[in-house]
């Protein structure tokens, strides 16, 4: 049984937008902090941003002021608005609760 669903990755070009979500079930929603990591090339998994069930968000250095995390509790669906995108924020995006992932969406950034 699948627990979370992303959408919304793609290709896009330096200083583009792209947002991705991540839908789950309410019961996972409404007892879970949340998070969004992302894998490059050749690199170890790192965290992106985090929410919790009390929207406290936290934020790698790289993606402060260019990146929001936000919960929509109408949708059980948390997303990741990713603004001013670089080449370097290229990778396969997981949304994450606990120890549980989803199956990933990758985000490409690319002239």
């Known amino acids: 049984q699948v627990q979370l669903v992303e959408s919304g990755g793609g290709l896009v070009q330096p200083g583009g937008s792209l947002r991705l979500s991540c839908a789950t079930s309410a019961r996972i929603f409404t007892n879970y902090n949340m998070g969004w990591y992302r894998q490059a090339p050749g690199k170890e998994r790192e965290m992106v941003a985090t929410?919790?069930?009390?929207?406290?968000?936290n934020y790698a250095d790289p993606v402060k002021g260019r990146f929001t995390i936000s919960r929509d509790s109408a949708k059980n669906t948390v997303h990741l608005q990713m603004n001013s995108l670089k080449p370097e924020d290229t990778g396969v995006y997981y949304c994450?609760?606990?120890?549980?992932w989803g199956q990933g969406t990758l985000v490409t950034v690319s002239s």
């Open positions: 929410i919790t069930r009390d929207h406290r968000r």
């Open positions: 994450n609760y606990a120890s549980v």
